[in-house]
């Protein structure tokens, strides 16, 4: 795919210092699933033209992808992302122009507040509804927008495809340029993202900042941007006021039968199994959160008596809600129960269970609280089986757009790769006699493992 921006605002060169890319040098930067090639098509006083060509490896693509299919799926083979313009683009943008976007010019500080005229070619680009989106977009943030469609096969009469070659012109910041650009290209593909770290939210708020809140298509960017993130979608909606009832702007897209197993149901799934297998009848779910294990757990009979902890009394009442707690019939109801507890703390309440899950929850405190939720777990509560979940660090370099050290989650004080898992499980193990083995949870990368991993913790 292939991105120009060019200015007529003179010394027109001057894009060269906002940009930080000198207009003599051809530059190639490396990309989490293939390589951006900078270089300028003209650069005179008068007009100056900058162009980034993404080569995508389309085989780096499917062995990299966190895409979590059901079972083999063609889709991934064959798909537009080698050359279509997606969020692999809005990557690039951020790799290749962070200071630009950032609004930060070493040399020329004075020029980044400055409104310049710009236009931006994209060829090509998928365009979920069209030119309508396209303008409905685009056309509020100040953009005149020529729209070129391309035909399906022109051997063929096939009519028209979803991609077009676009030129857009406005006269603005060049920091909001590209901000825009960042949040809506993958916005218009609106395709099915390969999962892209919960970082996500904070990213489209972010590069929004002073524009999103505003514009009168939020609540559609929004959506679109974050799609298949489900839980993380509620949060941005909620942090740009908008109404949590989904809207049905979906309606031009081709119907598929593929079936997506987001990790996290993958993840419950897989516990849910696992705890079936030991023969629990009493089973313990710790740090539950908003109760979608306990859903599970409730519908599998074998599990007598379930109780539900965590420490956040909010996450606890949304459990119920979920649950709908107060109105399950009494089969049901004597089953389950539903406490506040810290696992940091001794607590009796936890003993007498055959098996507990602490499912992504380990990392939610700091490392040196892990004794005492071990001692309260694995020394005072002392279940037969314990199962634990955590993300694999290892995992993160396969997330577009994630950075090198971040951690998926605002709230995770730390992330360990799976021999630090298992360096950590064999000691519990070891002090509190229990035997210890560990699997995977989503699709295994040969480098680097799978997104998850559990341990399976049974007493000697
Ligand atoms: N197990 C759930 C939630 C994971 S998020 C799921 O997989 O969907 C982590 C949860 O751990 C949060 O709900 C948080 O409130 C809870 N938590 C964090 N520290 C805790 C502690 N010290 N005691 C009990 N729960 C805790």
Redesign the pocket.
């Known amino acids: 795919m292939l991105f120009t921006i060019t200015t007529t605002r003179q010394p027109a060169t001057d894009l060269g210092y906002l940009l930080h890319k000198h207009p003599a040098k051809v530059q190639e930067v490396e990309l989490a699933k293939g390589t951006a090639r900078i270089f300028y098509t003209e650069a005179s006083k008068e007009r100056c033209t900058l162009a980034m060509a993404i080569e995508v490896d389309p085989i780096a693509l499917i062995r990299h992808s966190g895409n979590m299919t059901e079972s083999f799926s063609l889709g991934q083979y064959v798909n537009d992302r080698p050359y279509a313009a997606s969020s692999i683009f809005s990557n690039a943008l951020s790799k290749c122009f962070s200071s630009a976007m950032n609004g930060r010019c070493k040399d020329k500080p004075e020029l980044v507040d400055e409104a310049m005229p710009f236009e931006v070619k994209i060829a090509v680009l998928p365009v979920r509804g069209g030119e309508a989106v396209l303008k409905q977009l685009l056309e509020p943030l100040g953009y005149t927008v020529q729209a070129e469609r391309h035909v399906l096969d022109e051997q063929f009469n096939w009519g028209d495809s979803r991609y077009y070659t676009v030129t857009l012109r406005n006269t603005c910041k060049l920091s909001d340029l590209l901000s825009h650009l960042y949040v809506l290209v993958p916005v218009f593909d609106n395709n099915k993202h390969y999962w892209i770290g919960e970082g996500e939210v904070d990213k489209l708020l972010d590069k929004g900042e002073g524009w999103l809140d505003k514009h009168p298509a939020k609540d559609m960017i929004t959506r679109r941007y974050l799609r298949n993130l489900g839980g993380l979608t509620k949060r941005a909606l909620l942090a740009l006021n908008i109404d949590e009832e989904p809207i049905d702007e979906e309606a031009d897209e081709a119907p598929t039968n593929e079936k997506k197993v987001r990790l996290?149901d993958q993840r419950?799934e897989t516990v849910n199994q696992e705890l079936l297998n030991t023969g629990a009848k009493r089973v313990l779910d710790?740090?539950?959160?908003?109760g979608?294990?306990l859903r599970l757990l409730l519908q599998q009979k074998q599990f007598e008596s379930i109780l539900g902890?965590?420490?956040?009394a909010r996450?606890i009442e949304i459990a119920k809600e979920r649950l709908n707690f107060d109105k399950l019939s009494a089969k049901y109801k004597e089953r389950i129960n539903l406490i506040q507890?810290?696992?940091?703390y001794r607590d009796k309440r936890l003993q007498g269970f055959d098996a507990a899950a602490l499912?992504?929850?380990i990392e939610?405190?700091d490392e040196p609280r892990l004794e005492a939720l071990t001692a309260n777990v694995f020394g005072s509560a002392m279940p037969t089986h314990v199962v634990i979940t955590t993300p694999n660090k290892e995992y993160n370099s396969m997330y577009e757009n994630m950075a090198e050290d971040a951690m998926r989650h605002n709230d995770h004080r730390f992330e360990w790769t799976r021999a630090e898992f298992e360096t950590w499980s064999n000691a519990v193990a070891a002090q509190y006699g229990y035997t210890v083995s560990y699997k995977p949870v989503g699709e295994v990368n040969a480098n680097v493992g799978a997104p998850s991993q559990m341990a399976v913790f049974s007493k000697k």
């Open positions: 996290h419950l710790l740090g539950c959160g908003e979608k294990l902890m965590d420490v956040s996450s507890g810290a696992l940091t499912v992504e929850v939610h405190l």
